[in-house]
């Protein structure tokens, strides 16, 4: 986290541009944001994101926690909502029962992921602290995606208003001494949007296809889908294609967390219902309200498999080459050259 927020200073608003996280932004755009003009460019983005990739895998052959489950949902999920608390709460929860919170490292239901997990050595009461802090900018600010026009403008405005949003949650994170760890894994392509700050670790690429695949590659135990839109659904789409189909050879756990938002206002369980074999549906798909249940479906699919081991099988899968006997993991990021052990804290 601190690298990708390098120049971020909580007294001037401005700043928010010179973190390390924007200039990367700022270039991405320039150079043709999803589709760079430059082969140069495309090139080294495709470097970095390899880098990534081996990066990520060198951290999870080293975190402690053996057991990963991935959290999606809404970039737009206020603050104040109660879901956002449940989230948070239910984060925390996991990690102090020894799973690794992963996320698309955004705000809203990603963000409170990170905070949940961030507390995990906290008491609860400190969580409902940090979450009263939160609600007093509870909002996303509106228009964040004109930040920087395509010519590169950048809207001083704009500016203004995602230092104010993030203010808070800076305060938080550097005031939790001994923070629980958590993955955050997002993506450029959404570079308008702060990243969190709550993540211990950000594994942050060029490409949002490559990054998706990877978040749902290392959760062991599954995801949970809470409310969001276009995003989330194609998230669990990727997700029931790689159930249907086997790609990495067993079922992973699909748990949706509301059931009205799930059953009715966007009714995806009742495809998945036909989609999937009848027994796949009731052993593998949870659906409900309450998060001592979401607990409670995770305990009763345990699984061997680390998520270092998944990610792995995830790539021979996709018939990628590993790294050749003797080989060094280490590798660079392409606009700042510092060999790195890990993803970025």
């Known amino acids: ?26 270039q ?26 081996r990066a990520t895998q060198d951290y999870l052959d080293s975190v402690p926690a053996k057991a990963a489950v991935a959290f999606m949902g809404g970039h737009d999920l206020p603050r104040n909502s109660p879901v956002y608390a449940q989230i948070a709460f239910l984060a925390r929860t996991l990690a102090r029962r ?6 698309g490292g955004g705000p809203g239901a990603m963000e409170a992921t990170h905070l949940g997990a961030l507390h995990q050595h906290a008491a609860a009461a400190i969580l409902a602290r940090s979450l009263a802090e939160l609600r007093r900018v509870a909002d996303l600010p509106r228009h964040l995606e004109a930040i920087v026009s395509r010519k590169g403008k950048i809207d001083a405005r704009l500016v203004k208003a995602a230092h104010a949003w993030l203010l808070p949650a800076f305060g938080i994170r550097r005031r939790i001494k001994n923070p629980g760890e958590s993955l955050a894994v997002p993506t450029w392509l959404y570079g308008h949007e702060p990243t969190t700050v709550f993540a211990t670790h950000i594994a942050k690429y060029f490409q949002n296809s490559v990054r998706e ?9 599954g995801a949970i889908y809470f409310e969001g839109r276009g995003g989330t659904l194609q998230e669990i789409f990727q997700d029931a294609a790689q159930n249907y189909y086997r790609v990495l050879g067993d079922f992973s756990p699909m748990i949706f967390f509301g059931t009205r938002q799930w059953s009715e206002v966007l009714p995806v369980v ?13 052993r ?30 995830r790539r021979d899968a996709a018939g990628l080459p590993g790294l050749p006997s003797g080989s060094p993991r280490r590798s660079t ?13």
Do not use: W
């Open 1 to 26: 986290m601190d690298e990708l927020f390098t120049g971020f200073r909580p007294l001037r608003s401005a700043s928010y541009t010179k973190s390390l996280d924007f200039q990367i932004y700022l």
């Open 28 to 53: 991405y755009v320039a150079a043709g944001a999803y589709a760079p003009t430059d082969y140069y460019v495309a090139m080294m983005e495709a470097v970095h994101d390899n880098a990534i990739r």
């Open 98 to 103: 020894g799973y690794l919170p992963i996320s």
């Open 213 to 221: 695949d990877r978040l749902l590659a290392i959760a062991t135990h």
């Open 270 to 282: 009742s495809v998945l219902k036909k989609l999937f074999k009848a027994r796949d549906f009731e």
């Open 284 to 313: 593998y798909v949870c659906v409900t309200d309450d998060p001592a249940t979401v607990d409670a479906f995770l305990s009763q699919h345990p699984r061997k498999e680390t998520p270092s081991q998944r990610m792995v099988r």
């Open 333 to 345: 990021h392409p606009l700042n050259p510092r060999p790195k052990r890990g993803p970025r804290r």
